[in-house]
């Protein structure tokens, strides 16, 4: 809604506007309430009764025609659009299916919890408060989350150690309940500039670019996954690395780790230095990358096969760095600095 008001003196030292009676009558405002001004980016003031600064409405799913896949795909949905309240309701009693498919998707989801039982209907509630987080703390908490699966799914390759790369699995269900909680904040913050003023913007523009940041993210974490159920699936079979190999890829993952880190720091700081530095450490990656395989000692086809597999995810992981980075350096140039003026 987009409207406009004369600003009116009070007093000597007293300017005034009057709300929207359309606003009024939504929020249900009355002489005497408190509002909370909140002061943006831009000059821009954000208005909103003091009492609920974050209100959604509630949801209800039908699942009569729904199979247990598309139940478990609909709650998610309503959980990143930021629903408080979600209703399955079923026109006959809730088969075992459906009540499992409805507890699965509770247990990837941050926050969520049934609170309500029926022969013909389940109630879910996210105690989630989106006030109460940061939205560059969750970036950098998931970022670390998928490096340290990364460096355990390698420890599990090299060594053949299946507790290590079982260790490095578990994490992977953090990791999405973690980007499932970012785009819920994110669609919040998008819709609300108080929430958003809150979870650390003073202007919503920046969000447009965070979605795929935090998927780039989940991405690098998917690649972690992949190393570790290589080592899982590879039996009893370990592979035979020389000295030489095994230094070049520590030291590749290592600079995927410092690429990582640096990527979504360059976002979170807008710091365009970070950014530029990334890109050489990616080069760096590149010429590590082709060495891996070219200077290495003569391997069975089998292990061969594997090092360019792993070699082919770590590149991968490195490459959604990159996205962030590009990302990063438009948001950092989209602001003055050292680097640019902006009039």
């Given at each position: 809604m987009t409207d406009s008001r004369k600003v009116q003196r009070l007093g000597p030292s007293t300017l005034a506007i009057t709300l929207p009676s359309d606003w009024v009558r939504e929020f249900e405002v009355k002489k005497g309430d408190e509002l909370s001004l909140t002061q943006l980016k831009s000059g821009v003031m954000a208005v909103s009764p003091a009492s609920a600064t974050y209100q959604k409405p509630t949801a209800t799913?039908?699942?009569?025609?729904?199979?247990?896949?598309?139940?478990e795909r609909a709650i998610i949905a309503q959980y990143v659009l930021g629903r408080r309240v979600i209703y399955i309701k079923n026109a006959v009693t809730l088969n075992s299916e459906i009540i499992n498919a409805i507890y699965k998707a509770e247990t990837q989801l941050m926050g969520l919890g049934v609170v309500e039982e029926t022969p013909n209907a389940i109630v879910i509630n996210?105690?989630?408060d989106p006030t109460d987080f940061?939205?560059?703390?969750?970036?950098?908490?998931?970022?670390?989350?998928?490096?340290?699966?990364?460096?355990?799914?390698?420890?599990?390759?090299?060594?053949g150690n299946k507790d290590m790369a079982q260790r490095a699995l578990n994490r992977e269900n953090q990791a999405n309940k973690i980007f499932l909680l970012l785009l819920r904040?994110?669609?919040?913050?998008?819709?609300?500039?108080?929430?958003a003023h809150s979870v650390?913007?003073?202007?919503?523009?920046?969000?447009?670019?965070?979605?795929?940041?935090?998927?780039?993210?989940?991405?690098?974490?998917?690649?972690?996954?992949d190393i570790a159920n290589k080592v899982l699936e590879s039996d009893a079979h370990t592979i035979d690395l020389d000295t030489g190999t095994s230094k070049t890829l520590l030291k590749l993952v290592e600079k995927v780790d410092d690429l990582t880190y640096n990527a979504v720091q360059s976002v979170v700081t807008f710091d365009f230095g970070i950014a530029v530095t990334c890109r050489d450490l990616f080069s760096e990656i590149n010429q590590l990358g082709e060495s891996l395989i070219s200077e290495a000692s003569p391997m069975t086809n089998v292990d061969l096969l594997l090092l360019t597999e792993v070699l082919h995810s770590l590149t991968r992981s490195a490459g959604y760095a990159m996205r962030n980075v590009e990302i990063a350096t438009n948001l950092s140039l989209n602001q003055n600095s050292e680097y640019v003026s902006i009039e």
């Amino acid at each position: 809604m987009t409207d406009s008001r004369k600003v009116q003196r009070l007093g000597p030292s007293t300017l005034a506007i009057t709300l929207p009676s359309d606003w009024v009558r939504e929020f249900e405002v009355k002489k005497g309430d408190e509002l909370s001004l909140t002061q943006l980016k831009s000059g821009v003031m954000a208005v909103s009764p003091a009492s609920a600064t974050y209100q959604k409405p509630t949801a209800t799913i039908h699942v009569e025609h729904m199979n247990s896949s598309t139940i478990e795909r609909a709650i998610i949905a309503q959980y990143v659009l930021g629903r408080r309240v979600i209703y399955i309701k079923n026109a006959v009693t809730l088969n075992s299916e459906i009540i499992n498919a409805i507890y699965k998707a509770e247990t990837q989801l941050m926050g969520l919890g049934v609170v309500e039982e029926t022969p013909n209907a389940i109630v879910i509630n996210c105690s989630i408060d989106p006030t109460d987080f940061n939205l560059n703390d969750l970036l950098t908490r998931l970022e670390i989350t998928g490096r340290t699966m990364r460096d355990e799914s390698i420890n599990a390759f090299m060594t053949g150690n299946k507790d290590m790369a079982q260790r490095a699995l578990n994490r992977e269900n953090q990791a999405n309940k973690i980007f499932l909680l970012l785009l819920r904040l994110i669609y919040i913050s998008y819709q609300n500039p108080v929430v958003a003023h809150s979870v650390g913007f003073e202007d919503v523009f920046p969000l447009i670019s965070y979605r795929s940041i935090a998927k780039n993210l989940e991405l690098t974490a998917d690649d972690s996954e992949d190393i570790a159920n290589k080592v899982l699936e590879s039996d009893a079979h370990t592979i035979d690395l020389d000295t030489g190999t095994s230094k070049t890829l520590l030291k590749l993952v290592e600079k995927v780790d410092d690429l990582t880190y640096n990527a979504v720091q360059s976002v979170v700081t807008f710091d365009f230095g970070i950014a530029v530095t990334c890109r050489d450490l990616f080069s760096e990656i590149n010429q590590l990358g082709e060495s891996l395989i070219s200077e290495a000692s003569p391997m069975t086809n089998v292990d061969l096969l594997l090092l360019t597999e792993v070699l082919h995810s770590l590149t991968r992981s490195a490459g959604y760095a990159m996205r962030n980075v590009e990302i990063a350096t438009n948001l950092s140039l989209n602001q003055n600095s050292e680097y640019v003026s902006i009039e």
